[in-house]
T-cell receptor, first 111, second 112 residues
Framework: DVKVTQSSRYLVKRTGEKVFLECVQDMDHENMFWYRQDPGLGLRLIYFSYDVKMKEKGDIPEGYSVSREKKERFSLILESASTNQTSMYLC??????????FGQGTRLTVV | KNEVEQSPQNLTAQEGEFITINCSYSVGISALHWLQQHPGGGIVSLFMLSSGKKKHGRLIATINIQEKHSSLHITASHPRDSAVYICAVSPNYGGATNKLIFGTGTLLAVQP
C-alpha cells in the first residue's frame, strides 16, 4: 500500500514560533504537495515540489516555506506562526497524472 | 466563479437511499478525481477517471467530457458512507505536476 505519513495529527503552537510539518511518502513519487483545508474554502495549494530541491509556489504561499532535500520527504515550514495559520494541513504525493495519495492530516492550532 | 463546482453542499439521506453528488468544471482536464474524507481523517481517493464510468462496490462514478460534468452515485447508502466527498480535476495545462483543482466538497450524512 502507498503510504503518505505526516509527522503529527495534532499540534498546538504559540504565535511567533517556527513550526515544522513533515511528510514522508514511500512510493518514489516525484510530485509532493502541501495543502491547507479550511471550512467553506476547500483545499488550497500552498507549495508543491516536482523533484528533489525543486519547489513552486501554490495559491497561498505567503507565510510558508518548504524543503525537499530527499525525494521521499517534503517539509512545510511556518517561519513565524500566526493565528490565521490555524488550519488542517494535508500532504499529498503522486506521479504525473495519476491518483493522488494523501496523508492523514495535521490539525494545527496557533494560540 | 470556482473552476470546480459541486452540488449539493450538504446532503442528508436515510439508510438505503440512492445518492447522487454532482460536479461541474470549467477547465480542460486530463482526469477527474473523487475523494472521500471522514470526519477528522485524511483523504482517500475513490476514483480517477477520464471517460465513461467506473464502479467500485456500491460506488459509481461517471463523467461526460463534452458537458464537463461528473456524478458520484452511492447505491444502498449506509451510515458509514457519511463523509465529505470532494471532486477534483487534473487540468490539462498542469503538465506532469498533477496540480489538482478542488471543489469545496459535499457533506453527506446518512441516517440509520
Amino acid at each position: 500500500d502507498v503510504k503518505v505519513t505526516q509527522s503529527s495529527r495534532y499540534l498546538v503552537k504559540r504565535t511567533g514560533e517556527k513550526v515544522f510539518l513533515e511528510c514522508v511518502q514511500d512510493m518514489d513519487h516525484e510530485n509532493m504537495f502541501w495543502y491547507r483545508q479550511d471550512p467553506g474554502l476547500g483545499l488550497r495549494l500552498i507549495y508543491f515540489s516536482y523533484d528533489v530541491k525543486m519547489k513552486e509556489k501554490g495559491d497561498i504561499p505567503e507565510g510558508y516555506s518548504v524543503s525537499r532535500e530527499k525525494k521521499e520527504r517534503f517539509s512545510l515550514i511556518l517561519e513565524s506562526a500566526s493565528t490565521n495559520q490555524t488550519s488542517m494541513y494535508l500532504c499529498a504525493s503522486s506521479l504525473e497524472v495519476t491518483e493522488a495519495f494523501f496523508g492523514q492530516g495535521t490539525r494545527l492550532t496557533v494560540v | 466563479k470556482n473552476e470546480v463546482e459541486q452540488s449539493p453542499q450538504n446532503l442528508t439521506a436515510q439508510e438505503g437511499e440512492f445518492i447522487t453528488i454532482n460536479c461541474s468544471y470549467s477547465v480542460g482536464i486530463s482526469a477527474l478525481h473523487w475523494l472521500q474524507q471522514h470526519p477528522g481523517g485524511g483523504i482517500v481517493s475513490l476514483f480517477m477517471l477520464s471517460s465513461g464510468k467506473k464502479k467500485h462496490g456500491r460506488l459509481i462514478a461517471t463523467i461526460n467530457i463534452q458537458e464537463k460534468h461528473s456524478s458520484l452515485h452511492i447505491t444502498a447508502s449506509h451510515p458509514r458512507d457519511s463523509a465529505v466527498y470532494i471532486c477534483a480535476v487534473s487540468p490539462n495545462y498542469g503538465g506532469a505536476t498533477n496540480k489538482l483543482i478542488f471543489g469545496t466538497g459535499t457533506l453527506l450524512a446518512v441516517q440509520p
